[in-house]
């Protein structure tokens, strides 16, 4: 057989491969890679809280809420409050991602049960009407229910399950512990298409108002507006 025939024939071969592939890669997989647009993010390290509003029990605080933590900035400390960030001029997009740091510290106790009290230190997120999570935190040994929501028949996980870091100093109640606070990395990412949205964490750590003893902040809150092609 002569070698100018085998070549053509190589040649053939090559291109019966490349040419699906070619077509695959122009006209579906680089179609379908969605545009994502960042349209909030803060690190607290300037001292802003923009679009952050925070109320307690007698409405809303007007007082700035950033704090020093571990050699950075961080919004906190909170205990029996409800924070909001309010956005709207949203991009088109069809989901939204939101992520945090979400801080524990001190000496929350999980799905423990304080005598004269009916719920344990329960925190909640809220992405819009939607109930993300009611969960509890554990920094001491009490069992907690994060990463699953608290309810009737919860399994129990162990303290710290699914924390990013446990070894983060406390701030009042464990200072002098290496292990006095917790760090979670929070996602969550739906389907919206709306102009606006509204995400809501809020507490109800026992006992009440008590700062010292147990408090939360989050850092690095980012919000993704993705349109999926």
Known sequence: MKPGFMKKQRLSFLVLLLFPLLAFLSGGCFKRLPDKHEVYF????????????????????????????NNGKVFGFFNNNRIELD?????????????????????????????????????????G???VYQTTFSNTTYPQSFPVNYGTGTTSNPPGANAWNRSLPGVCALQSSANGSSLYKIEFLTGHSG?????ACNDALQPYMSYCNKSWSIDNLRLTA???N
């Open 42 to 69: 803060n690190d607290f390290e300037k001292g802003s809280q923009a679009k952050l509003t925070i109320f307690d029990h007698n409405g809303k605080v007007d007082s700035s809420k950033i704090a020093s933590f």
């Open 87 to 127: 956005l709207d001029h949203l991009p088109e997009h069809n989901a939204l991602k939101v992520e945090f740091d979400l801080l524990i510290h001190d000496a929350w106790d999980g799905n423990y049960i304080r005598p004269g009290s009916t719920i344990p230190d329960v925190w909640q997120m809220m992405f």
């Open 129 to 131: 009407n939607d109930l």
């Open 195 to 199: 102009g606006a949205i509204k995400i």
């Open 226 to 228: 993705i349109k999926y």
